[in-house]
């Protein structure tokens, strides 16, 4: 099938290229010159586990390729997935005008039968609006349009493999033209059925669910799904901090209440808090979602809040050891606001580096993938070459982001280069035992303080 693919970030490029991996050729689209010119010349805007080589692959058996204008891509395909950013306005609803400048140019040069999919995370309610724009400004009246959503879910960091083993496929759909349609473009991964270039055999994979709703639905349980994790993520860290202050061990709590399989182990690991372009922008605009329909999300506004929080707790336990931060020389390891990924935005690491920067802190960090992103956001700190860099005369080191890379280290040459060899673990990634039997002092979160001991 032919598929136009507009919005050529994260979701963009990853369904792009998953689509053209398993068969369709794509057309993917981008209004930035700059990100669709280094595209065609094979580089990558991002970094993204496995998805360079995809993206070459691809490129090279000419099933996909880069344009800046959404008109040659509409004139060739009658499918469309609208992956463009919706980020947080003041007032924490989503900004839709990317999604609306879309439709506009769709409208104007649509011809013949469309599907317009929206991928790009949007309010429910959405597609009603999107209906009548299209059913108000088409400009060829003969043109039907069908609109649909399809949520994604993949998680940065491991992406490629979240395309090709989806836990469901959720569709939206007011026709069943469109349900039709959307079935039979993601056939292979439903099936299963397709060379996995992730996993060397993934025959023995079971077919994927394949969930046909309404529009509303379909829009709502992508944002149901992110706000629920991030409720167990501030769930888990409400507990912390009470493991802290009764000197309890949440490590120990959390395994033992994630082994219940209703509740289940994943996003039960304290720390910083969550970041990234999704949860944060994803609770807001639901609470917002919530707000105008009348109903009480109190509980989400609750999330938000103790979210919040967590960078003032962190900030303080980094006080509480070193007590004046003015001059101090600081360390951070990860700058990501997750591993394998380069993606800085709403990152907790930004946060703690401002406010150590505020009370006049020096910092040193590092990151494999993120500091040239970083850089933009906080070009005022010291970006060091290796994890080696940032520990040195360092009078305290914060791990910020769980790279693989950092429980790998040579630890008794961290604990030389330092000038206190004191490590704060804000996403609980050390063992305690390993690192204080090296001879680290180590302030984790939700473990019994020394107060206790
Ligand atoms: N990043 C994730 O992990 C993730 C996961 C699931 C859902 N989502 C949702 O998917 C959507 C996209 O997220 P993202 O992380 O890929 O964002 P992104 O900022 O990485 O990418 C959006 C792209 O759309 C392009 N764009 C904007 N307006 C355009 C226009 N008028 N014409 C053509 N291109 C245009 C931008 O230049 C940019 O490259 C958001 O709604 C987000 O909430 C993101």
């Known amino acids: 099938m032919d598929i136009a693919v507009i919005g050529a970030g994260y979701v963009g490029l990853i369904t792009a290229t998953g689509l053209a991996e398993i068969g369709h050729r794509v057309i993917c689209v981008d209004d930035d010159l700059a990100k669709i010119e280094?595209?065609?010349?094979?580089?990558?805007?991002?970094?993204?586990?496995?998805?360079?080589?995809?993206?070459e692959r691809n490129r090279q058996a000419q099933r996909i390729e880069f344009v800046p204008q959404i008109e040659y891509a509409v004139a060739d395909c009658q499918?469309?997935?609208?992956?463009?950013g919706t980020p947080p306005l003041e007032n924490g609803e989503a900004d839709l005008s990317s999604v609306e400048m879309?439709?506009?140019?769709?409208?104007?040069?649509?011809?013949?039968?469309?599907?317009?999919i929206e991928k790009s995370t949007v309010p429910v309610q959405t597609g009603r609006r999107l209906r009548k724009h299209f059913d108000i400004y088409s400009s060829d009246p003969d043109s039907p349009c069908d609109v649909?959503?399809?949520?994604?879910?993949?998680?940065e960091g491991s992406a490629v493999e979240d395309?090709?083993?989806?836990?469901?496929?959720?569709?939206?759909?007011?026709s069943d033209r469109a349900a039709r349609l959307l079935e039979e473009i993601y056939q292979p991964v439903l099936a299963q059925s397709f060379t996995c270039p992730v996993h060397r055999d993934c025959r023995k994979r079971s077919p994927v669910p394949f969930v046909v709703t309404d529009i509303n639905s379909a829009e709502l349980i992508k944002h149901a799904s992110n706000s629920f994790l991030a409720m167990k993520i501030s769930f888990i860290n409400m507990v912390a901090d009470l493991c802290e202050a009764v000197g309890a061990d949440v490590g120990k709590v959390a395994e033992a209440v994630g082994m219940d399989k209703r509740i289940g182990a994943s996003f039960l690991r304290p720390g910083v808090g969550f970041g990234g372009s999704c949860f944060p922008k994803d609770l807001q605009a639901f609470v917002r979602v919530g707000q105008k329909a009348g109903c009480d999300f109190t509980l989400l506004r609750e999330v938000e809040r103790i979210n919040e929080k967590r960078i003032d707790l962190f900030v303080n336990k980094i006080k509480?050891?070193?007590?004046?931060l003015r001059g101090k020389r600081i360390g951070v390891w990860g700058l990501a606001f997750k591993p394998r990924t380069d993606d800085v935005r709403c990152a907790p690491s930004l946060a703690v580096i401002r406010r150590l920067l505020a009370e006049g802190a020096r910092v040193r960090a590092y990151d494999p993938e993120a500091m040239e992103k970083a850089k933009v956001e906080v070009p005022e700190i010291e970006y060091c070459t290796d994890a080696y860099g940032a520990a040195e005369g360092a009078e305290a080191l914060l791990a910020l982001t769980e790279w693989e890379e950092f429980l790998h280290l040579d630890l008794a040459k961290v604990h030389q280069m330092m000038a206190r060899p004191l490590i704060l673990d804000g996403r609980n990634m050390f063992s305690r035992a390993t690192l204080t039997g090296q001879g680290f002092e180590y302030v984790d979160i939700g473990s019994r303080t020394r107060a206790h001991i």
Not at 320 to 324: A, I, K, S
């Open 320 to 324: 509480n050891e070193l007590w004046v």
């Open 148 to 155: 649909a959503s399809n949520p994604e879910f993949l998680r």
């Open 79 to 84: 499918v469309i997935f609208i992956c463009v």
């Open 102 to 116: 879309v439709a506009r140019r769709i409208s104007a040069c649509a011809r013949g039968y469309h599907l317009v």
């Open 38 to 55: 280094v595209l065609k010349s094979g580089g990558m805007p991002f970094f993204e586990p496995g998805l360079a080589d995809l993206v």
């Open 163 to 174: 395309f090709f083993h989806p836990d469901r496929i959720v569709v939206g759909v007011d």
